[in-house]
């Protein structure tokens, strides 16, 4: 009798734990339709009978599995109730899937490529406004590292999702011969960044490595799941359905709205602290993982820096440090220094120069207060040794911090490892879609194109020493880099070639 009444209470226990998930909207509660006869539905997706035909395979158009998550498309608040995912390789190729479920209306979300994080969000009873969210970007790929170490091997496959939005599915678009064939346009949740060409230095200036490392900054780490729709080029509102281009599509990334309402550069700072942009500096890529300048168009597209997360600016608050910029890093010295392997060096008013370890000696000369015994500093002017001595005294006398980081202060820049940063400014339209500096839509990273840039022809000034040069300007941005051309990806699509001048 005892062991009837432990199984009656808990089988009286789990009815209520049952009872309370299904009241509470657990994310696995059942479609109430499911019991109903189901009906076949064709989801045509164009593009990818289009990319995986082409000749040359190209990563981010790579298909593993498409998730088709379908909400209730007879309330305004929606959630999920039927998911369906294929790893057909025959209707992956085909772009044509059969779907079995209840017949009705449905919102749809397609997700190509989703990994285990989009996966555990796309389930039964999630809300549409959960699914109009920003998120971290792990959501939108596979990261692989590796073997033995925390560098990144590869971040594909990259997820795709709707291009305008959830797409309507009704009663006509159900049977064999559906009246309204169902097709949804799929763009990649990512932008792509590719640099053609090597350019050719000053005589005065030495490339030591021969490689090139690319990113983006100011970096934002969370995006909407899909693109929010925006003013087209033409100047209309982008609609469903209504027939733009890639060409013609810009967006609303999160926090476009909130700073564009600022009313001074100094109300504009809370949002470069904010959690949507990376509060921390690029942690550049070994020097054996950068590009080669004899990089082949395979090797760029592989190069997980080129892959960024869309950051729309608008153009009533453009300042520099909330504009998205191409970033490009040479390791470059004068052609007088021979820096160690890893080291360093500075130049004094642009003129004068020397190697990381012999400013380490001076420092550590003022230090002590003995004479500074540094053949290089012989031929640096008095003011030098006094712009030390106030770095020094600001690091507590202490050269190691001085030296920890590159910095240009006190007319002193320090290349630290020799890292030479050149920044440009990404534009989106271009000249006959955005002509003045202020035009709407002119700068931006807009998922699903690929950006092209020509390398500048030659180089003859170093670069900045480092990101902290632009990342805190509140100032407005200055169109002091030419940038002429566009941008392309299919599901990137390519935007004209923009050439970039320093």
């Keep these: 009798m005892k062991t009837n009444s432990l199984l009656v209470v808990l089988i009286i226990t789990l009815l209520g734990v049952f009872a309370n998930s299904s009241c509470s909207g657990d994310k696995y509660w ?19 009978r289009q990319a995986l035909r082409t000749p040359q395979v190209d990563p981010a158009t790579q298909v593993n599995s498409v998730l088709f998550a379908f909400l209730n498309g007879d309330t305004p608040s929606s959630s999920i109730v039927k998911v369906i995912e294929s790893s057909n390789p025959n209707e992956i190729a085909a772009g044509k899937f059969q779907l079995k479920l209840t017949k009705g209306n449905y919102f749809l979300l397609v997700v190509a490529n989703p990994n285990e994080k989009m996966k555990n969000l796309l389930v039964p009873g999630t809300t549409l406004k959960e699914l109009s969210a920003p998120y971290y970007k792990p959501f939108f790929y ?110 609303y990334s999160p926090l476009y709205k909130e700073i564009e309402a600022a009313t001074t550069p100094e109300s504009l700072r809370p949002f470069i602290t904010s959690n949507i942009f990376s509060q921390t500096s690029t942690v550049l890529p070994l020097e054996e993982d950068w590009l080669s300048k004899d990089a082949d168009l395979n090797a760029k597209r592989n190069y997980p820096g080129a892959y960024r997360l869309e950051h729309t600016i608008s153009s009533k608050n453009l300042i520099t440090t909330l504009t998205p910029h191409l970033v490009l890093v040479y390791k470059l010295c004068p052609k007088s220094l021979s820096p160690a392997e890893g080291e360093g060096w500075i130049s004094y008013q642009k003129r004068y120069f020397m190697l990381e370890s012999d400013f380490r000696n001076v420092l550590l000369a003022q230090k002590n207060g003995t004479a500074v015994n540094v053949v290089a500093a012989q031929q640096f002017p008095s003011s030098f040794f006094v712009a030390s001595q106030k770095l020094l005294a600001q690091a507590g006398n202490d050269p190691a911090k001085v030296l920890n980081k590159a910095f240009t202060e006190e007319d002193i820049r320090f290349y630290k490892n020799s890292y030479n940063f050149f920044f440009f400014p990404i534009r989106h339209f271009d000249d006959t879609q955005a002509p003045q500096r202020d035009s709407y839509g002119r700068y931006g990273i807009v998922r699903g194109n690929e950006y092209l840039f020509k390398a500048p022809l030659k180089i003859n000034e170093f670069g900045a020493t480092g990101e902290q040069e632009i990342t805190n300007d509140l100032t407005p941005l200055k169109e002091y880099k030419t940038l002429e051309g566009v941008i392309r990806i299919n599901p990137l699509h390519a935007r004209t070639e923009q050439e970039l001048s320093y």
Excluded: W
């Design 30 to 48: 059942q479609d109430p339709r499911q019991d109903e006869s189901t009906e076949l539905l064709t989801v045509g997706i164009p593009f990818l």
């Design 142 to 251: 596979t990261l692989t590292l590796k073997e033995g170490t925390n560098r990144v091997k590869s971040i594909f496959p990259i997820a795709m999702l709707n291009a305008q939005g959830l797409v309507a599915v009704k009663e006509d678009h159900f049977g064999e011969a559906p009246s309204s064939p169902l097709s949804v346009e799929l763009e990649l949740a990512f932008a792509r960044i590719i640099v053609t060409g090597y350019p050719t230095f000053d005589p005065s200036k030495k490339d030591l490595l021969g490689k090139y490392a690319i990113y983006t900054i100011k970096n934002t780490v969370k995006e909407y799941l899909m693109r929010h729709m925006a003013i087209l080029s033409s100047g209309q509102e982008e609609q469903q359905g209504d027939g733009s281009t890639a060409r013609e599509r810009y967006a």
